[in-house]
């Protein structure tokens, strides 16, 4: 489970050093967003959830000319960079909310991608379920989340220091399947690739994930301050997976995947929504 208030915490620090360090995610949300150019949708209101500082969404605004964009985020730093995107007589529509609670009106967006937000859920299966409640028939959903390996050479260091939870737990492909299933969505496709980025020292890799807000939320973890001998056992275990070129590996693990709503009936209603008809 994931402490939210902790997430939204290190998002709203890391607003500023975001693009900075975002290498990845900015490498992921290129691959997500380029296959809707193999796919055949004309939406008229566009959700990103997740938008961070506005990679997609910005993608969004010239994909899309004509349509409605909003870019949702949890933290406020965040939606606030999304909000300055755009001309001066069309921006996207900056939403702050929890992407397991969407404050929208049942039916009401044709299409939701989300790149690297998914993991942060509690509930997969009440976030899909959400999803496909503003998804009007015919919608489509498109994501990008992150899978069991990633960070693989992290988990397994600290496994030789101390028993506490120093990364997140990823779910793998057919649990996200099955998640989408259960949720109502029809013909889910997912596929996955191993992207592996190189650092000079393993400091390097724990100040990259502090400055893009990605560091431990679990609320089993250490909430005390880190002692040196931990940190250097850690890095001394880390030392197995360093490289001929003398380079310290960090693996993600990437899950793409997209699903559709049908014309049957929808899931549970929300309260407390924003229309979007108008936007």
């Known amino acids: 489970m994931f402490d939210k208030k902790t997430t939204r915490l290190h998002f709203e620090r890391a607003a500023e050093t975001y693009d900075a360090s975002a290498v990845l995610q900015k ?3 290129n691959r997500l967003s380029g296959r809707l150019d ?44 999304s909000q300055q ?37 509690n509930d997969l299966k009440q976030t899909f379920a959400g999803f496909h409640s503003v998804l009007a028939p015919n919608g489509l959903l498109l994501f990008s989340t992150l899978g069991p390996e990633t960070l693989r050479e992290m988990r397994e260091s600290w496994a030789t ?19 989408l ?14 992207i592996t980025m190189t650092y000079t020292n393993v400091r390097q890799i724990m100040r990259d994930i502090k400055q893009i807000g990605a560091n431990n939320s679990h609320s ?41 709503v049908g014309e049957g009936l929808k899931l549970d209603n929300f309260d407390h929504v924003i229309p979007i008809q108008k936007v």
Request: proline letters at 5%; hydrophobic letters at 40%.
């Open 38 to 81: 193999y796919i055949k949708h004309s939406p008229k209101t566009v959700l990103d959830v997740g938008s961070g500082t506005g990679f997609i969404t910005q993608d969004l605004l010239k994909r899309y000319p004509k349509s409605s964009i909003v870019a949702l985020d949890l933290a406020h730093s965040m939606a606030r960079k």
């Open 27 to 29: 490498e992921v949300a």
């Open 161 to 179: 220091v101390d028993n506490v939870p120093h990364t997140s737990h990823f779910l793998d492909m057919h649990e996200i399947g099955d998640a």
């Open 220 to 260: 089993g973890r250490s909430k005390g301050l880190m002692g040196k001998q931990k940190l250097k056992a850690f890095e001394t275990a880390y030392e197995q997976f360093k490289t001929d070129e003398g380079l310290y590996p960090a693996t993600w693990e990437v899950i793409y995947g997209h699903a559709w």
């Open 85 to 121: 995107l755009g001309g001066w007589f069309r921006k996207p529509l900056a939403v702050c909310a929890d992407a397991e609670q969407l404050p929208l009106k049942p039916d009401s967006i044709d299409l939701i991608i989300s790149s690297l937000m998914l993991q942060w859920s």
């Open 181 to 194: 299933l259960q949720s109502g969505f029809i013909n889910p496709v997912t596929d996955m690739e191993m």
